[in-house]
């Protein structure tokens, strides 16, 4: 079974008028209809599983020709005017948007006791295709309409679209039945869209070993797999607080970066690009690339190696985030060439780090140590979704 496609799209809220539903809903028909007419109803499912075709067929239905809308709007158009003429048309569409994606299984059994096919079959394909998209592949767009089109003869088109509205985008995905090989083993012919970097595929074939783990996992008892799962639940509010911060492990780390210049330094002092500032990201950087698991407790230290988007714990400093990057891709590549005493000098770092913390008491003032970071942030190019970090008028930090 493959995907037919995907499509990308601006995320558009709002209504369509009566006017504009009702023709839809009438051209939608006459179009449907002569397609069967002409090529039968395996041709509807093909187009209907094509995106560009899909958009093409929104469009020309007087939609707006790019907006998130078209989805809804069609699904919803088409169902209105295509079942009930089921019975005569052979073809049927279940599920749509919100509520009525949950009523799918319920419809797609009413329809196969009715045209003799296996209806419990087609309710499982619904969820799978759901579950596919929305759990197994996770690429930050959340199902919020599932549409089901079948045949008398028990073929199908899925159409369901996802919200991502951090990115202002919805996602629309396609699938056709024609050719099911498996649902979790590369089902998917292609992906368009914008590159979202690495996401978790639990969906590829590659992910044959993770998914018998994952088997294994659900055979254990339940009171020894508890024992072992780590659950990190992040708070609603946007600053950092004392409370979500390892003070002894950050304090550390500022003491280390910021006022003790141990000889074990010396290495990681000459390595070029490393300023003053650099060396407090350095530190966090590489402990993510070298610390336990246990020292990922509080993941909000980590945001002090280069601030926040959002401007919290303060702006992004970008020319920090610069010589970090080279610092590392010097010393990566160095390692490359069997010169491999940059990285290792990286990697002290974290080591020292963590000797440091041994009978530490912090005495830093949480808020004093984010003020004196957005008080200096111009200096660094900081930045944040709101603009550029701008020198303090008095460019003297006063915290009492």
């Not at 994606?101 to 319920?106: A, D, L, Q």
């Not at 679209?161 to 995905?173: E, H, K, L, N, W």
């Not at 292609?190 to 978790?200: H, K, L």
């Not at 797999?225 to 304090?251: C, N, Q, Y």
């Amino acid at each position: 079974m493959k995907r037919s496609g995907s499509a990308d799209l601006p995320l558009h809220y709002g209504h369509v008028p009566m006017w504009l539903a009702e023709r839809m809903s009438k051209l939608g028909f006459a179009i449907t209809e002569a397609i069967i007419e002409e090529f039968g109803t395996v041709a509807v499912l093909q187009r209907l599983g094509d995106p560009f075709w899909f958009q093409s067929f929104g469009a020309v239905m007087g939609m707006d020709w790019h907006s998130s809308g078209i989805t809804t709007s069609v699904m919803g158009a088409l169902k209105k005017a295509v079942n009930p003429h089921a019975a005569t048309l052979g073809i049927y569409i279940c599920g749509g948007k919100g509520k009525q994606s949950r009523n799918t299984p319920v419809e797609l059994i009413k329809y196969g006791a009715f045209a003799g096919i296996d209806e419990e079959a087609l309710a499982r394909s619904s969820r799978l295709s759901a579950k596919v998209d929305n759990t197994a592949v996770q690429d930050g767009f959340q199902l919020y309409l599932h549409s089901f089109i079948v045949d008398r003869s028990g073929e199908w088109t899925v159409v369901q679209q996802g919200m991502r509205p951090d990115s202002s985008t919805a996602r629309r995905y396609h699938w056709h039945s024609a050719g099911i090989t498996s649902f979790v083993s590369d089902p998917h012919s292609g992906i368009a869209g914008t590159n979202q970097g690495r996401i978790i595929n639990m969906a590829a074939k590659a992910a044959l070993p993770a998914q018998n783990a994952m088997l294994s996992m659900a055979l254990e008892d339940p009171q020894r797999m508890l024992g072992e799962l780590r659950h990190l639940k992040m708070p609603d509010h946007h600053d950092i607080r004392a409370k979500d911060v390892d003070l002894k492990r950050l304090g550390a780390m500022l003491w280390l970066s910021h006022e003790k210049r141990p000889k074990d330094f010396e290495s990681l002092l000459l390595l070029e690009g490393m300023g003053p500032r650099t060396l407090q990201s350095m530190a966090l950087v590489s402990e993510v690339i070298y610390g336990t698991p246990s020292r990922f407790d509080d993941p909000a230290r980590f945001s002090f190696a280069h601030g926040g988007k959002d401007g919290h714990p303060f702006p992004v400093p970008i020319k920090v985030f610069d010589e970090t990057i080279a610092v590392l891709r010097r010393a990566v590549q160095k390692s490359k060439v069997g010169q491999s005493d940059k990285l290792q000098a990286i990697r002290k770092l974290s080591e020292l780090s963590r000797m440091a913390e041994q009978g530490f008491t912090p005495n830093q003032n949480l808020d004093a140590v984010i003020e004196k970071e957005r008080h200096d942030s111009w200096k660094y190019g900081g930045r944040t979704v709101f603009g550029a970090a701008k020198p303090p008028e008095d460019r003297q930090l006063k915290l009492f």
